[in-house]
């Protein structure tokens, strides 16, 4: 079998090659480029010594891969960390009067301390900084650090986790350098923090700080979570309460992108995998995958400030002519849709009720995505995980479905659910392709709209 083309492998949702990746790290924009930095491990399909690993793109969607950037040295294997453009040279590491790229990462020896690598080809090599660690043990298993420059108080900023539910504040003129600022607790979160400001939509001008710890225990099925409050500079200050970034059993290691172009904010995540020293995926080269870069918006909501999240637009480039359906309707039982083949589709739908109990997407025979109306609670494949969705007599979704995996957008984008395929479930599916299919319960159901896109695969194989 060609690499890219292996049974379960994804087709655009982002893999490598063949290893393991786990945390995105590095993510930064540059001169028409978005670098995408991976936790690595080439030579095997569990997590083993950590490389960043290096893939770049013009619209975040189609991808090449890249020689692996950062290897492991004397002062431990590359853990997670964040890259910025040193728009003024602050760091001084630049040259022929280019701003260099900067890449701080934890180095994961004894004891964990930060470092720092730069890049004066725009991203092409990169260099370990002479007098690493620019950051010295702080506390527990500090790692993870996340640089930002900070109009307002004209300095760097570099939040890192502690350890347990703490994560401190640093600040720095030149990156080289650097003096805590404060320290502060958010319950129920840890890792890869994330710290942002965003424009409130229909403000007038308001805005606020957004802080996103992106990794939890997928065995117990928790999940990243933020919080929007006020950063001054020196310290962040809760506003809201501790909210899931999405539900389901696989989302793990989040961070979003440094000097994305038109102040978007994109969101990058780890769909996670299994632990236990096997892949996945048996016999399949890879283990780990990431799921479509999300855009981030911040809106005021019934419940107060909340982020919504959806695909990327330039998402909508892979999709191929769309099977449509409008104003159908559909008795008790399963029903195929007609015309629609493949193992990777974009699902845009509005559904109303009628008098049925649940609906349910079936691919290849999975039981897939589900509705309860009654209960208005989604579920995603796994049975064990949902999520109250609330609707307003419609139900509006859009689906992701791409082979192994799987992620359903609430209106707006308020609410996220999603899964991988495991081996216990892919015993169940078929070489043979099986055609989507809905499943109604109890009652009658209508279909106002529905448009399923084959989506066109990102990889250019062998």
């Known amino acids: ?57 013009p619209d975040m969607v189609n991808w090449t891969e890249q020689p692996i950037a950062l290897f492991p040295d004397d002062s431990g294997t590359m853990y997670s960390g964040s890259a910025v453009v040193d728009w003024e040279n602050t760091s001084g590491l630049g040259s022929g009067g280019n701003p260099p790229l900067l890449a701080f990462y934890t180095a994961a020896g004894k004891p964990f301390t930060q470092g720092l690598a730069f890049s004066n080809d725009k991203g092409h090599t990169w260099k370990k900084y002479d007098g690493n660690p620019v950051l010295g043990h702080v506390e527990g298993s500090n790692r993870d650090p996340k640089v930002f420059w900070h109009v307002q108080s004209k300095r760097w900023i570099m939040v890192l986790y502690l350890d347990k539910h703490s994560f401190a504040i640093f600040g720095s003129d030149n990156t080289l350098k650097w003096e805590e600022l404060s320290r502060f607790d958010i319950p129920g979160s840890n890792e890869c923090p994330d710290l942002f400001e965003m424009p409130v939509e229909g403000g007038g001008g308001e805005s606020k700080w957004v802080f996103l710890a992106g990794a939890g225990s997928f065995s117990r099925g928790e999940c990243a979570r933020y919080v929007v409050g006020y950063f001054d500079g020196r310290a962040f200050s809760p506003e809201s309460e501790s909210i899931a970034i999405e539900w389901g059993a696989w989302n793990y290691s989040t961070q979003t992108y440094s000097d994305a172009p038109d102040g978007r904010r994109i969101f990058v995540s780890w769909f996670s995998t299994a632990f236990n020293g096997s892949a996945a995926f048996p016999g399949n080269p890879f283990n780990g995958q990431y799921r479509v870069p999300w855009e981030l918006r911040l809106l005021r909501t019934e419940d107060g400030l909340r982020l919504a999240r959806l695909p990327v637009k330039e998402l909508n480039s892979l999709r191929g002519t769309a099977v449509k359906l409008s104003g159908v309707s559909y008795t008790s039982g399963i029903h195929e849709i007609g015309g629609v083949r493949g193992r990777s589709m974009d699902i845009e739908c509005v559904i109303t009720p ?40 419609t139900l509006k979704l859009r689906v992701l479905f791409d082979v192994n995996c799987i992620e359903v957008f609430g209106p707006q984008g308020l ?18 392709e099986r055609p989507l299919s809905l499943e109604v319960e109890g009652g009658p159901l209508k279909v106002e709209s529905m448009a399923v896109y084959p989506v066109s695969s990102i990889w250019r194989t062998e």
């Open 1 to 57: 079998m060609k690499h890219y083309m292996e049974r379960h492998r994804p087709q655009y949702h982002f893999s490598m090659k063949k290893g393991w990746i786990n945390d995105p790290n590095g993510l930064v924009y540059f001169d028409g480029t978005y670098h995408l930095f991976c936790q690595h491990n080439p030579d095997a399909v569990k997590w083993g010594p950590m490389r960043w690993s290096h893939a770049t793109s």
């Open 354 to 393: 009628n008098g049925a109990r649940s609906v349910e997407f079936q691919f290849e025979g999975v039981e897939a995505v589900s509705y309860e109306f009654g209960t208005q609670t989604l579920r995603v494949l796994d049975r064990v995980h949902q999520w109250p969705l609330e609707d307003d007599g």
């Open 415 to 432: 609410k996220v659910m999603s899964s991988i395929y495991l081996p216990e479930t892919l015993e169940h599916q078929y070489e043979s």
